[in-house]
């Protein structure tokens, strides 16, 4: 069990990191969202952000997770 210091510091870091990516790729999603329905339907509907936050967002946060951990 000699592990390096690296090695403790990536598991430390894999539920922060994991839930920043996730919250940095919903900035992108909303701008896109938000860009592309409010050209085509005004008022601006909520229901497809409402539906695809919760997706991008666990999506995002297993992928970055499971490159954060060694």
Aim: glycine share 8%.
């Amino acid at each position: 069990m000699n592990r390096d210091f690296r090695y403790w510091l990536r598991w430390i870091a894999v539920l922060p990191g994991a839930a920043l990516a996730g919250l940095l790729v919903l900035f992108p999603l909303h701008w896109a969202l938000y860009t592309t329905l409010s050209k085509v339907i005004e008022p601006y509907p909520a229901l497809p952000e409402r539906l695809l936050i919760p997706l991008v967002f666990g999506a995002v946060f297993i992928r970055a997770g499971s490159g954060i951990a060694p």
